[in-house]
């Protein structure tokens, strides 16, 4: 199944990547998807893509230009805003991001970000504070 392109809003550079206290963290509220904490390269543009896996949404968060011949020296964190699609009957939420391929001989590792069932989702506040928040451990995301 091929991936399709989804809607995306990205940040300027948020904050520092190699503080130790900042974690990625993902939440849904109704269908749009909010990453605070995206560790990439500086100014370098992000996409994100959907593919669906049964009753699973996969969103991979990645850069655009997945083979750059010339990147920065230097990381930034990102807040990254998606559209999910609507009524895709979709039923749980998997989150994974990935770098680019400079430097590598060997494509880079995806890394999960988090899950949410959707059904978390319904009736939630539209600032998003009662919504489950997702961080970044352990190669699958844990919920605080």
Same mark, same amino acid.
């Given at each position: 199944?091929?991936?399709?392109l989804?809607?995306?809003?990205q940040s300027g /550079?948020? &904050?520092?990547p190699?503080d130790a206290?900042?974690?990625p963290?993902?939440?849904?509220?109704?269908?749009?998807?909010t990453v605070? &904490?995206?560790?990439?390269?500086?100014?370098q543009?992000?996409e994100?893509?959907a593919?669906?896996?049964?009753?699973t949404l996969?969103?991979?968060?990645?850069?655009?230009?997945?083979?750059p011949?010339?990147?920065?020296? /230097?990381s930034c964190?990102?807040?990254?805003?998606v559209?999910?699609?609507r009524?895709? &009957?979709?039923?749980r939420?998997r989150?994974v991001?990935?770098?680019?391929?400079?430097?590598?001989?060997a494509?880079?590792t995806v890394?999960?970000?988090g899950?949410?069932?959707?059904?978390?989702?319904?009736g !939630?506040?539209?600032d998003?504070s009662a919504l489950p928040?997702?961080?970044?451990?352990g &190669?699958?995301?844990?919920? !605080?």
């Amino acid at each position: 199944m091929k991936s399709s392109l989804l809607p995306i809003d990205q940040s300027g /550079c948020d &904050g520092n990547p190699y503080d130790a206290n900042v974690r990625p963290m993902v939440r849904l509220a109704h269908d749009t998807l909010t990453v605070q &904490g995206l560790s990439n390269r500086c100014s370098q543009r992000l996409e994100a893509r959907a593919k669906r896996r049964g009753d699973t949404l996969v969103v991979m968060i990645q850069p655009a230009d997945l083979k750059p011949t010339v990147v920065a020296k /230097c990381s930034c964190l990102y807040t990254v805003r998606v559209q999910l699609p609507r009524d895709d &009957g979709w039923g749980r939420l998997r989150v994974v991001t990935r770098g680019d391929h400079y430097g590598r001989s060997a494509p880079p590792t995806v890394l999960v970000l988090g899950e949410i069932d959707r059904a978390e989702d319904g009736g !939630s506040p539209p600032d998003g504070s009662a919504l489950p928040h997702w961080h970044i451990g352990g &190669g699958r995301g844990r919920r !605080s």
